[in-house]
């Protein structure tokens, strides 16, 4: 039997730029075939490709085959045809992908009767079924949403039921969870399991993620400079790969289930946090404004440092993670709980303890490319810290010199402009400009999240080495627990503004004790077929998104989403939902603890 899908020596231009060259592949009926590279490598123009959904600059040669019939070059009469109902997209915007005047459900029906002959009735009646099939809650009410009242993970979920509606042979789907939480994530991709077993479709996954890849391809196809490099059964290109760049591609990848010799903290505290809490106002009003209501971004947040520690602040996106960082970098005194730095409780410090604190502790930004200045060469972009602290100019020249040179760049290069350096390039200088004066705390947001992985392990290895060689104590913010196994010596958890567990990072990941850290830990993917696919029988994934922060809860805020809490007694359950868990140093914030190993 022929293959459903069979691209066969594809070539794409961009405007006379090579983009993709003698791609061939083929997705067979119920398959999943995975392709995977790092950016830019021509994953989404090849997916794209399929259906002619390419920019006006392209220029397509080749031949891209659906059950027989030729797709490249076809009219737009016959792709039309195609799109939604043989073949359906998943993109990895979804809120640009959906259009912001028009429902939620009236979209999907009218995907519906755009490839079945049925009334307008019958086709909203649809758009219901399917959003509960693919577990929105309340899909009735929610089909009269708008795309921007739904969370980001909702707008995939919905995004794949329209996708389902024309029940169609082939889902493409292009990074489909790039942008989510790791437990939304783990949802997305149970709905992704759930279309391919309603529809019977088979589906091309462009992925950048090599875990996801393991728990979703049957096969598995690895590009790299517009050309696919090696393909075959996951099994075999994981732990077989047969290409060099596969075996870097896969030695380059975080694994939170690898251990690393933790470096004991015996120093001084250098940050001590109790309580913390930070509010905003929710306005409404043009001329006028008025108060309506408050955002509990952080909301009992504990932290501790000590001299040449690595301590993790992890969580969903809105726990309050970055909110916790700029509070404590305002060096001012906290809207509520305490601060201390080195010893310093902030609040009421005059103007010469405070420049003297700026200096101690210094950023590094998650977007390299936004936080240098575009109109300043790099080695003023360094020098810029230094002159603020008052050196001379000796002092400077010598300085960004020797700090380009620590990082891995060449001090010949001071003079170039940011855009004319690579994404880890840019993120080196960031790190470089955070070092110039000498700071005894790092801070670091996200700061590997926007590389590729080959990129992120070379940076990862660099901050290793500068905390080896300076000292220094580094407060590391990430949304990747494998990368936080990999570099932090203790983590700390945050939930909705609080913080639920914290310890050393070798006993959270091995021995877990909030259920919300389990969840986490749980549904982080391993790059390995076997494993990752013996893993997800056991999967806890959590329902729905994280609770509103615009609302105070009382007792248990996690007890909403917690699969342990429809276990517990009645009684059990009203002090869960009346008394706030206590947290204290290392330990958790829970009132029935319980160790679950999940990696």
Same mark, same amino acid.
């Given at each position: 039997?022929?293959?459903?899908?069979?691209?066969?020596?594809?070539?794409?231009?961009?405007?006379?730029?090579?983009?993709?060259?003698?791609?061939?592949?083929?997705?067979?009926?119920?398959?999943?075939?995975?392709?995977?590279?790092?950016?830019?490598?021509?994953?989404?123009?090849?997916?794209?490709?399929?259906?002619?959904?390419?920019?006006?600059?392209?220029?397509?040669?080749?031949?891209?085959?659906?059950?027989?019939?030729?797709?490249?070059?076809?009219?737009?009469?016959?792709?039309?045809?195609?799109?939604?109902?043989?073949?359906?997209?998943?993109?990895?915007?979804?809120?640009?992908?959906?259009?912001?005047?028009?429902?939620?459900?009236?979209?999907?029906?009218?995907?519906?009767?755009?490839?079945?002959?049925?009334?307008?009735?019958?086709?909203?009646?649809?758009?219901?079924?399917?959003?509960?099939?693919?577990?929105?809650?309340?899909?009735?009410?929610?089909?009269?949403?708008?795309?921007?009242?739904?969370?980001?993970?909702?707008?995939?979920?919905?995004?794949?039921?329209?996708?389902?509606?024309?029940?169609?042979?082939?889902?493409?789907?292009?990074?489909?969870?790039?942008?989510?939480?790791?437990?939304?994530?783990?949802?997305?991709?149970?709905?992704?399991?759930?279309? $391919?077993?309603? &529809?019977?479709? +088979? %589906?091309?996954? =462009?992925?950048? @993620?090599?875990?996801?890849?393991?728990?979703? !391809?049957?096969?598995?196809?690895?590009?790299?400079?517009?050309?696919?490099?090696?393909?075959?059964?996951?099994?075999?290109?994981?732990?077989?790969?047969?290409?060099?760049?596969?075996?870097?591609?896969?030695?380059?990848?975080?694994?939170?289930?690898?251990?690393?010799?933790?470096?004991?903290?015996?120093?001084?505290?250098?940050?001590?946090?109790?309580?913390?809490?930070?509010?905003?106002?929710?306005?409404?009003?043009?001329?006028?404004?008025? $108060?309506?209501? &408050?955002?509990? +971004? %952080?909301?009992? =947040?504990?932290? @501790?440092?000590?001299?040449?520690?690595?301590? !993790?602040?992890?969580?969903?996106?809105?726990?309050?993670?970055?909110?916790?960082?700029?509070?404590?970098?305002?060096?001012?005194?906290?809207?509520?709980?305490?601060?201390?730095?080195?010893?310093?409780?902030?609040?009421?410090?005059?103007?010469?303890?405070?420049?003297?604190?700026?200096?101690?502790?210094?950023?590094?930004?998650?977007?390299?490319?936004?936080?240098?200045?575009?109109?300043?060469?790099?080695?003023?972009?360094?020098?810029?810290?230094?002159?603020?602290?008052?050196?001379?100019?000796?002092? =400077?020249?010598?300085?960004?010199?020797?700090?380009?040179?620590?990082?891995?760049?060449?001090?010949?290069?001071?003079?170039?402009?940011?855009?004319?350096?690579?994404?880890?390039?840019?993120?080196?200088?960031?790190?470089?400009?955070?070092?110039?004066?000498?700071?005894?705390?790092?801070?670091?947001?996200?700061?590997?999240?926007?590389?590729?992985?080959?990129?992120?392990?070379?940076?990862?290895?660099?901050?290793?080495?500068?905390?080896?060689?300076?000292?220094?104590?580094?407060?590391?913010?990430?949304?990747?627990?494998?990368?936080?196994?990999?570099?932090?010596?203790? =983590?700390?958890?945050?939930?909705?503004?609080?913080?639920?567990?914290?310890?050393?990072?070798?006993?959270?990941?091995?021995?877990?004790?909030?259920?919300?850290?389990?969840?986490?830990?749980?549904?982080?993917?391993?790059?390995?077929?076997?494993?990752?696919?013996?893993?997800?029988?056991?999967?806890?994934?959590?329902?729905?998104?994280?609770?509103?922060?615009?609302?105070?809860?009382?007792?248990?805020?996690?007890?909403?989403?917690?699969?342990?809490?429809?276990?517990?007694?009645?009684?059990?359950?009203?002090?869960?939902?009346?008394?706030?868990?206590?947290?204290?140093?290392?330990?958790?914030?829970?009132?029935?603890?319980?160790?679950?190993?999940?990696?």
């Amino acid at each position: 039997m022929s293959p459903l899908l069979e691209v066969t020596s594809l070539d794409v231009d961009f405007a006379g730029r090579p983009a993709v060259r003698d791609v061939s592949l083929t997705v067979e009926r119920g398959e999943v075939l995975g392709l995977v590279g790092e950016s830019g490598s021509g994953k989404s123009v090849t997916a794209l490709s399929v259906l002619g959904l390419l920019p006006g600059n392209a220029t397509a040669r080749g031949s891209i085959r659906l059950d027989g019939t030729e797709l490249l070059g076809a009219s737009e009469r016959v792709l039309t045809g195609i799109r939604g109902d043989r073949v359906a997209m998943v993109f990895q915007d979804p809120l640009s992908a959906f259009t912001p005047v028009h429902r939620i459900g009236d979209q999907i029906a009218e995907a519906v009767r755009a490839h079945r002959d049925t009334g307008r009735e019958q086709a909203r009646r649809r758009a219901v079924e399917l959003l509960d099939l693919v577990g929105i809650p309340e899909p009735e009410l929610r089909s009269r949403a708008f795309p921007h009242e739904f969370s980001g993970g909702m707008r995939q979920r919905a995004m794949i039921a329209m996708a389902m509606a024309g029940e169609p042979d082939l889902i493409l789907a292009d990074e489909p969870t790039t942008a989510l939480d790791v437990t939304i994530q783990a949802q997305i991709l149970d709905v992704l399991r759930t279309a $391919r077993r309603e &529809t019977g479709a +088979a %589906v091309l996954l =462009v992925s950048h @993620d090599l875990g996801v890849i393991a728990g979703m !391809a049957d096969r598995v196809a690895v590009m790299r400079d517009g050309r696919v490099v090696e393909q075959g059964p996951a099994p075999d290109v994981f732990h077989r790969p047969r290409e060099p760049y596969t075996r870097q591609l896969l030695a380059a990848v975080p694994r939170i289930d690898t251990a690393r010799e933790p470096r004991p903290a015996g120093g001084e505290p250098v940050l001590r946090v109790r309580g913390l809490t930070r509010t905003f106002p929710v306005l409404k009003g043009t001329v006028v404004k008025r $108060r309506t209501g &408050t955002v509990y +971004a %952080v909301d009992g =947040v504990d932290l @501790d440092i000590r001299r040449g520690e690595t301590l !993790a602040l992890v969580g969903e996106s809105g726990s309050g993670k970055s909110t916790t960082l700029f509070e404590l970098l305002e060096l001012a005194a906290p809207e509520g709980g305490t601060v201390e730095l080195f010893g310093q409780r902030l609040g009421g410090l005059g103007r010469a303890a405070v420049k003297d604190l700026r200096r101690r502790i210094q950023i590094v930004f998650q977007d390299p490319m936004a936080s240098l200045d575009p109109r300043m060469p790099v080695g003023d972009i360094v020098a810029e810290p230094l002159r603020t602290q008052g050196a001379d100019r000796a002092t =400077v020249a010598r300085r960004v010199a020797g700090l380009l040179t620590q990082v891995g760049l060449d001090p010949a290069h001071a003079d170039r402009f940011p855009h004319e350096f690579s994404g880890g390039q840019r993120q080196r200088i960031g790190i470089a400009r955070a070092l110039s004066v000498a700071p005894e705390l790092l801070v670091l947001d996200e700061p590997v999240s926007a590389l590729d992985v080959s990129v992120q392990a070379e940076v990862l290895d660099l901050l290793r080495r500068l905390k080896e060689e300076l000292g220094l104590a580094y407060l590391f913010v990430s949304h990747d627990l494998s990368v936080v196994r990999n570099i932090a010596d203790r =983590v700390s958890v945050v939930y909705l503004g609080r913080t639920v567990e914290a310890g050393p990072v070798d006993e959270v990941f091995a021995r877990p004790r909030h259920p919300y850290t389990q969840a986490l830990l749980s549904a982080v993917p391993l790059p390995d077929p076997e494993r990752e696919r013996a893993r997800q029988r056991s999967r806890i994934l959590l329902a729905g998104d994280p609770p509103s922060p615009t609302r105070r809860y009382d007792g248990c805020r996690f007890r909403t989403r917690c699969p342990l809490y429809t276990a517990l007694t009645v009684d059990e359950q009203k002090r869960c939902a009346h008394d706030v868990p206590a947290f204290e140093g290392d330990g958790v914030a829970c009132h029935f603890p319980r160790v679950r190993e999940v990696l």
